[in-house]
T-cell receptor, first 114, second 111 residues
Framework: SQTIHQWPATLVQPVGSPLSLECTVE??????LYWYRQAAGRGLQLLFY??????ISSEVPQNLSASRPQDRQFILSSKKLLLSDSGFYLC?????????????FGPGTRLTVL | AQSVTQLGSHVSVSEGALVLLRCNYS??????LFWYVQYPNQGLQLLLK??????LVKGINGFEAEFKKSETSFHLTKPSAHMSDAAEYFC?????????FGKGTRLHILP
């Protein structure tokens, strides 16, 4: 079966510091990968998605970037965090092992920028 | 353009009462439809999905939803609410290229 991991689970960072959040998927090959952010009371916002190694699409202009160095690894980064980057970050995967475009989510990372 | 509307950002029901969470969608192609549940500080968990075939879909934890094309609706129901059902619920539509999520409905269960 497929499993998706995210770490760290929680993170408190000062404004202006760098960020690296990691997501890995097990049990499937060539998944589509997604990064979402949940800000309080604002639902899910799609930040990035990737259909393959090195292929990243950005949904909204922002202070963040994403990379996919390996087939089942997706990284969310920032060079300098802003207060507005606080939120709950969710990674998800979909693909041939999940028919009907179903996305399966990781446990999330709670980021607080002070 | 595709969209999802969830009616009511907060819904309260008594324990043992019927749960009804409303979702309407807009899609230019026959959609895939989903309900996800999110417990505090956790990721989203798939409750159920409709792709093709039978319009009444049964999911986990006693939930079900019915796809009504004429009403462009996919409402989520459960006959008898339990305290453990307290969570946020997201309806989503996939017009094939991506999933579009509603803004969510927080379900409160009253003892």
């Amino acid at each position: 079966s497929q499993t998706i991991h995210q770490w760290p689970a929680t993170l408190v960072q000062p404004v202006g510091s760098p960020l690296s959040l990691e997501c890995t998927v097990e049990g499937t090959s060539n998944p589509n990968l997604y990064w979402y952010r949940q800000a309080a009371g604002r639902g899910l916002q799609l930040l990035f998605y990737s259909v393959g190694i090195g292929q990243i699409s950005s949904e909204v202009p922002q202070n963040l970037s994403a990379s996919r160095p390996q087939d089942r690894q997706f990284i969310l980064s920032s060079k300098k965090l802003l207060l507005s980057d606080s939120g709950f970050y969710l990674c998800a995967w979909s693909g041939v092992a999940a028919p009907g475009d179903t996305q399966y989510f990781g446990p999330g990372t709670r980021l607080t920028v002070l | 353009a595709q969209s999802v509307t969830q009616l009511g950002s907060h819904v309260s029901v008594s324990e043992g009462a019927l749960v009804l969470l409303r979702c309407n969608y807009s899609s230019s192609v026959p959609p895939y439809l989903f309900w996800y549940v999110q417990y505090p500080n956790q990721g989203l968990q798939l409750l159920l999905k409709y792709t093709t075939g039978a319009t009444l879909v049964k999911g986990i934890n006693g939930f079900e939803a019915e796809f009504k094309k004429s009403e462009t609706s996919f409402h989520l129901t459960k006959p008898s609410a339990h305290m453990s059902d307290a969570a946020e619920y997201f309806c989503a539509v996939s017009p094939r290229d991506k999933i579009i999520f509603g803004k969510g409905t927080r379900l409160h269960i009253l003892p």
